[in-house]
């Protein structure tokens, strides 16, 4: 492997955020249609990080306040456990 093959700070950034977008999806207390769907959505940001960087970071921003809003309208919001 190259030295010039590392990530750069945004690819790294991106790669960190997706990560644990990831790892929010999959404790969420949610319906498992409803967590399909999350899924789905967060797959396709990956795959739009692949070619455009910016493109796919606003698209996270947006799917993190999304979940956001959605674990703030959980009844059990406060008891949800930060994962792994």
Do not use: Y
């Not at 409803?34 to 795959?47: A, G, T, V, W």
């Not at 796919?56 to 008891?79: E, M, Q, W, Y």
Request: proline share 4%; aromatic share 2%; hydrophobic share 40%.
């Amino acid at each position: 492997m190259a030295a010039d093959d590392r990530l750069t700070r945004s690819e790294d950034e991106l790669a960190w955020r997706l990560r644990e977008a990831h790892r929010r999806v999959r404790v969420l207390p949610v319906s498992l249609p409803q967590r399909e769907r999350l899924s789905r959505r967060l797959l396709s940001i990956c795959d739009v990080a692949k070619r455009d960087l910016s493109h796919a970071a606003g698209r996270l921003d947006l799917f993190l306040l999304d979940l956001d809003a959605l674990v703030s309208d959980t009844p059990s919001a406060g008891n949800i456990a930060e994962g792994d």
